[in-house]
T-cell receptor
């Protein structure tokens, strides 16, 4: 089955600097790669996703890059702000995991990002 | 705005008790999911459902069962709670149909089994 590894487990950066979180996956049939952000006391929320037919996607200060050959994808946050402090999760679906329209996801272990003022 | 609500934010139960965790979504989503979240392990899928009365095992179904009698409600049942089931439980829902869809999460239930 799919295995998703996420690094680092904790990351501390100065406000205004960039942060990068990396994930690797094992199933070459995976074709969808979302990133979720979990703020304190809340459930995870989708912030950006990428599908296997593109190599990069940007949304304001966040971007995701995908390298299908190497089976890894990364989240990039530029000009970090205090509100970016949260736990971030990457995820990937096991290939062929679409059952009656329900897309299973395997999540990474999570990265606790702290932005220092 | 999608809303996924969970019946309790915090729950304390004794070993051997039967525990019900309830989840309700208001967006007419076909799919619903139960995860548990543990430090260093991320989110692990327990069960999911793609239609009323339909369910599929996730990656860690042992010790759990689920019920989906109505489209908007998905219940997680711990038949006989054990201390290793102390965890944060997250419910999520998503649209059905072809392709991948965003999962919307509830705020979580922190369950402590003593």
């Amino acid at each position: 089955g799919e295995n998703v590894e996420q690094h680092p487990s904790t990351l501390s950066v100065q406000e205004g600097d960039s942060a990068v979180i990396k994930c690797t996956y094992s199933d070459s049939a995976s074709n969808y790669f979302p990133w979720y952000k979990q703020e304190l006391g809340k459930g995870p929320q989708l912030i950006i996703d990428i599908r296997s037919n593109v190599g990069e996607k940007k949304d304001q200060r966040i971007a995701v890059t995908l390298n299908k050959t190497a089976k890894h994808f990364s989240l990039h946050i530029t000009e970090t702000q205090p509100e970016d402090s949260a736990v971030y999760f990457c995820a990937a679906p096991p290939g062929g995991a679409l059952i009656q329209g329900a897309q299973k996801l395997v999540f990474g272990q999570g990265t606790r990002l702290t932005i220092n003022p | 705005d999608v809303k996924v609500t969970q019946s309790s934010r915090y729950l304390v139960k004794r070993t051997g008790e039967k525990v019900f965790l309830e989840c309700v979504q208001d967006m007419d989503h076909e799919n619903m999911f139960w995860y548990r979240q543990d430090p260093g392990l991320g989110l692990r899928l327990i069960y999911f459902s793609y239609d009323v009365k339909m369910k599929e095992k996730g990656d860690i179904p042992e010790g759990y069962s689920v019920s989906r009698e109505k489209k908007e409600r998905f219940s997680l049942i711990l038949e006989s709670a054990s201390t290793n089931q102390t965890s944060m439980y997250l419910c999520a829902s998503s649209l059905g149909g072809q392709g991948a869809h965003e999962q919307y999460f509830g705020p979580g239930t922190r369950l402590t089994v003593t």
